[in-house]
């Protein structure tokens, strides 16, 4: 199973729930972002078009306590024993956001778990004030081998495929791989980290990395204000100076001071002209999506988690089908060659795929031969011609 470290952000967006009768804590995670992620198994390459398939499956995992152990050996976060034992909640709402790359979800946290699990505590006291924790996800991935692999500067040597979620991890005590800087953690939702500074869509700010938390330091770059239309003077109005610095601000005081008793005046007699409409912005081109995987990340919602759920289950129907023919001795077709094949093609030649039993020729029945019971007329043979029926005598008696 790989382990992928990340942050969970509780800073802002943490609220109660009720869920079939129980009581929740929900707060924002993070849970991957696209790029080269150091995890249990190495350096490997998490790309969008394979996490955009594994969204489904995260709804309804588990969240745990760690990763959860049978006498030191990692198992599956699903079994009755791991939720028993270290089991907090469960993940919902899990969705890709295609602008920052990153697959985020709701992390539902039971209270009535929280107050029992050993390390509970220390959670539900991270989320009442605003703390954040790390998180890892378990999950089973297809490592597909590349030689010196690079993505944005980081050198890899596999690519993940085929994920299979199990578990979100919640860790206590351990740093986290997928840091602020890369995109994840407390109030970064809307940006990411780039150069030293947080990118997002209103602002602009620096920041510094002090005992393994990110710090905002400077001066913040706040957008220029938008200037207010200034009232429309009516042509029938008297102003005084005092008036009309008040209509066009006081950035024009000393202008309006400026100016004489009849150019006041006329100011005021000007006719209100509306002001000009502002022109629309052209339409957006149409976006061509080449797979059902970039058609999904554009989607709405809705269409988007109907497109997921098509594209895991003809995956997995497809890599079902390669392998059940490429498990018969006599394909001559590698994995690389079917995966290219229409799946309605694939079907129909796994159909076929089941070693040939040998034909053996149907053996005619022989027939039982006839009994013989002593005293019984002899039985009619090909050469006996007719046979003279004897009768039973009457037994003897003594």
């Known amino acids: 199973m790989e382990k992928l470290i990340a942050n969970i952000s509780f800073g802002r967006g943490v609220r109660t729930a009720t869920l079939q009768g129980r009581e929740y804590l929900v707060a924002p995670v993070s849970m991957i972002v696209e790029g080269v992620l150091a995890g249990s198994q190495g350096p490997v390459l998490y790309e969008s078009s394979e996490i955009v398939k594994s969204v489904p499956a995260w709804n309804h995992k588990p969240i745990t306590i760690g990763h959860p152990e049978t006498n ?30 990153k697959l985020v979800a709701e992390a539902w946290f039971d ?83 780039k150069d030293g500074t947080y990118v997002c869509n209103k602002c602009k700010q620096n920041y510094e990395v002090v005992s393994g938390e990110a710090k905002l330091i400077g001066n913040q770059e706040k957008p220029a204000p938008v200037a207010a239309k200034p009232p429309v003077v009516n042509q029938a109005t008297k102003m ?14 000393e202008f309006v001071a400026n100016l004489s008793d ?40 809705v269409v988007q988690a109907q497109l997921n759920d098509a594209i895991y289950a003809t995956g997995k129907l497809r890599n079902e089908f390669v392998e059940k023919i490429t498990t018969n001795k006599k394909c001559q077709f590698t994995a690389d060659e079917l995966q290219a094949w229409p799946l309605a093609a694939l079907e129909k030649l796994a159909s076929l795929a089941t070693n040939a039993q040998e034909e ?22 090909a050469n006996s011609g007719k046979v003279t029926e004897t009768g039973f005598g009457a037994p003897s008696t003594l």
Not at 373 to 378: D, E, K, N, V
């Open 72 to 101: 030191g050996t990692k198992v599956s976060g699903c079994t009755t024993d791991a939720l028993e034992s270290v089991g907090l909640g469960i993940i919902l709402n899990a969705r890709w956001k295609a602008q920052t790359k």
């Open 111 to 193: 209270k009535s778990r929280l107050a029992v699990v050993p390390g509970g505590a220390r959670v539900e006291a991270a989320l009442i004030s605003n703390t954040k924790l790390e998180v890892s996800t378990g999950l089973f991935v297809d490592r597909v081998p590349v030689q010196n692999g690079q993505y944005n500067g980081k050198s890899y040597d596999a690519k993940a495929i085929n994920y299979a979620p199990d578990h979100l991890a919640i860790l206590l005590d351990e740093p986290g791989a997928c840091s602020i800087a890369d995109g994840a953690g407390l109030l970064v939702n809307e940006g990411k980290m």
């Open 240 to 253: 005084t100076k005092d008036e009309l610095t008040a209509v066009l601000g006081e950035s024009h005081k």
């Open 262 to 301: 009849e150019q006041v005046a006329a100011i005021a007699a000007l006719k209100a002209t509306p002001a000009p409409e502002a022109p629309k912005p052209a339409a957006p081109a149409p976006v061509v999506a080449n797979s059902l995987a970039e058609l999904a990340v554009n989607a709405s919602p």
């Open 360 to 381: 053996v020729a149907p053996v005619a029945p022989v027939a039982a031969p006839t009994p013989f019971y002593l005293g019984s007329p002899a039985p009619l043979t």
